[in-house]
């Protein structure tokens, strides 16, 4: 005996149940998925990972102080003037309330060296929301993480700055003047953890120099990025958007995971080229790209499935670069390179519609 199968939905203006035999409203309003049975709105996201960086902001600004405080204060302003004149230009309503131009300017301020001109910033920071965000349509239409782009953009136009490192001035208080750039800045030069390991790879040094600089780089005691140089802040951000339930574990597991495996292998054939797994996942940008950056819920996929995919390419492309290419880090080109199989993902991991897949024809 067959069995009809019925469509229910719910009249709000009648609190009634209707199925097909019964009246339909005359006007149904479903609203974009993913649906979801709790309040969160899209300013509570961004203030969730605003406060999560705290941690680490307020960290770059005691290691490298004013540097910092530059860096931070051009790509927070810059990314509120932009989007407010992109908004005005087409005519919409103002969107800064949403406050996801602060989280994209923190994430991209955080991802630079200190001693970047404060002009070279706006111009990454217009970048990443000009480009990045609003030619695709606004928030939840842009294809790749903005400040990736944006990073990405001062990469490639100002390699020179975006490779120049310093010593955190709690490691030298008087921080002397050097010449950099033409410029007379107070800082010390210094290879971070990731660019000694590449010299570990050519021979010129044995692993064990990068390994001994594990508990310095977990602490913020190495130079780096002004918000990647101290793990221990990182993870306390971490573990705040873990307890309000703001990401997903399942891609920083992924990342994390497929980068700890991927070293561990490269580690055993060689441990006096290749540095500890350990050590990977402490220096540069893996904790911070693994619980900040890869997990934007508008560029990252939606089922389970290909979130555990999407961050375990992460993790494996991350270390290739790492190992095989020429750049010391590649979580921003990993995440970009993600960003655009994220549809690929969601295509072949698809939801199962409630009630069972439809029967097939």
């Not at 842009?142 to 944006?150: I, Q, R, T």
């Not at 790492?322 to 960003?339: C, D, H, K, S």
Request: hydrophobic letters at 50%; aromatic letters at 8%.
């Amino acid at each position: 005996m067959s069995q009809e199968k019925r469509i229910v939905c719910r009249d709000e203006r009648r609190g009634e149940f209707l199925t097909g035999t019964d009246r339909m409203p005359e006007q149904l309003t479903v609203s974009p998925s993913p649906h979801i049975s709790k309040p969160l709105t899209t300013q509570r996201i961004m203030l969730d990972v605003v406060i999560a960086l705290l941690p680490a902001t307020l960290a770059g600004i005691v290691f490298f102080r004013s540097y910092a405080v530059v860096l931070i204060a051009s790509c927070v302003i810059t990314a509120l003037a932009a989007e407010w004149i992109c908004m005005k230009m087409l005519g919409r309503e103002n969107s800064l309330g949403d406050m996801s131009a602060i989280v994209t300017a923190l994430i991209l301020a955080l991802s630079l060296p200190p001693t970047l001109p404060w002009w070279a910033a706006v111009i990454g920071t217009a970048f990443a929301i000009v480009i990045g965000k609003m030619v695709f349509g606004g928030l939840g239409a842009n294809v790749f993480n903005p400040a990736m782009v944006g990073r990405a953009f001062l990469t490639l136009s100002f390699g020179m700055m975006m490779t120049t490192w310093t010593v955190p001035a709690t490691v030298d208080a008087d921080m002397p003047e050097i010449e950099l750039g033409g410029e007379t800045v107070n800082a010390i030069t210094q290879a971070t953890p990731l660019s000694l390991s590449k010299d570990a790879i050519r021979g010129d040094i044995e692993a064990d120099v990068v390994n001994n600089l594990l508990w310095p780089s977990f602490i913020g005691g190495v130079g780096g990025c002004v918000g990647e140089t101290s793990t221990l802040m990182l993870l306390l951000g971490a573990v705040y958007l873990i307890w309000r339930k703001t990401i997903d574990l399942r891609i920083p597991a992924g990342i994390l995971a497929a980068a700890f495996v991927i070293g561990a292998i490269a580690y055993l054939i060689n441990p006096d080229s290749y540095i500890s797994p350990v050590v990977h996942l402490t220096t540069g940008a893996m904790i911070f790209g693994a619980f900040f950056i890869a997990t934007d819920p508008v560029t990252a996929p939606l089922t389970p499935r290909g979130m555990w995919v999407f961050g375990a390419g992460v993790g494996a492309l991350t270390m290739v670069i790492r190992i095989l290419g020429v750049y010391p880090e590649g979580i921003m080109l990993a995440v970009l390179f993600m960003n655009a199989m994220t549809p690929l993902l969601d295509g072949v991991f698809k939801w199962v519609p409630l009630g069972g897949a439809p029967d097939a024809k």
